[in-house]
């Protein structure tokens, strides 16, 4: 075991779950918005899918929560360092809402953006496959404003950025745009394993 005198911080222990650069928060769950938190109730939410789609269409509170219930289990990761094991977000997989409205052929990215005006920008095939999810319960519980309730998308997969709070629609297109953090000189696709943080780091934006 190698002591290091006056090191003060946690003790590194290697966590194979962990991107390069990343920290463990243990039980912190840090808030990070750009913008004050909106007082938004579930019957004034709802979610609009439209853009390159063949049947656009728009969810209610009641009509999503009426969806087959999906959960993610497992770590998130945040651009600024943080990692935080263990978290649980139910809701509804983001495939469920894709099969009703059948995404074109054309269609490569999706823009998320949030009731508050934040955006994101994501490549739709990160937003398939199960690995995305409509959430608005963490641990059991209805998510809390600060972190996105009543409902925001969840792409644990990539930076937690990606994952808008609020969250009141995603618009498919046949090119990649900058959301809100993107146009700020971050990582068009923010894959924490290639430590995608900054626009050039890492590969190419893809798999
Ligand atoms: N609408 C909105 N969504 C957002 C953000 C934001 O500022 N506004 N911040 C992003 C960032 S940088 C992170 S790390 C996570 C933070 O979520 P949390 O506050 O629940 O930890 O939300 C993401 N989604
Ligand atoms: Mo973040």
Request: proline share 9%.
């Amino acid at each position: 075991m190698n002591i290091t005198r006056g090191f003060t911080g946690r003790p590194r222990v290697h966590n194979p779950g962990l991107p390069p650069g990343q920290y463990d928060a243990g039980d912190e769950w840090p808030v990070l918005s750009a913008e004050v938190t909106p007082d938004l109730a579930p019957a004034d939410w709802a979610l609009r899918i439209d853009g390159l789609v063949a049947q656009p269409r728009a969810w209610t509170w009641e009509q999503a929560r009426a969806l087959p219930a999906s959960a993610y289990e497992g770590a998130i990761h945040c651009v600024t360092g943080w990692s935080k094991f263990g978290v649980r977000f139910g809701g509804v997989s983001l495939d469920t809402f894709w099969d009703a409205v059948r995404p074109h052929g054309s269609a490569t990215h999706a823009v998320a953006y949030s009731h508050t005006g934040y955006t994101a920008n994501l490549p739709l095939a990160d937003l398939t496959g199960g690995r995305a999810w409509i959430a608005w319960e963490y641990d059991g519980r209805p998510l809390t404003p600060e972190h996105g309730g009543p409902v925001r998308l969840v792409v644990p997969h990539l930076y937690f950025w990606k994952s808008v709070k609020w969250i009141a629609g995603l618009r498919l297109l046949d090119h990649d745009e900058p959301g809100f953090w993107e146009g700020n000189g971050y990582h068009p696709r923010g894959n924490p394993w290639e430590e995608q943080r900054y626009s050039g780091d890492g590969d190419d934006g893809h798999d």
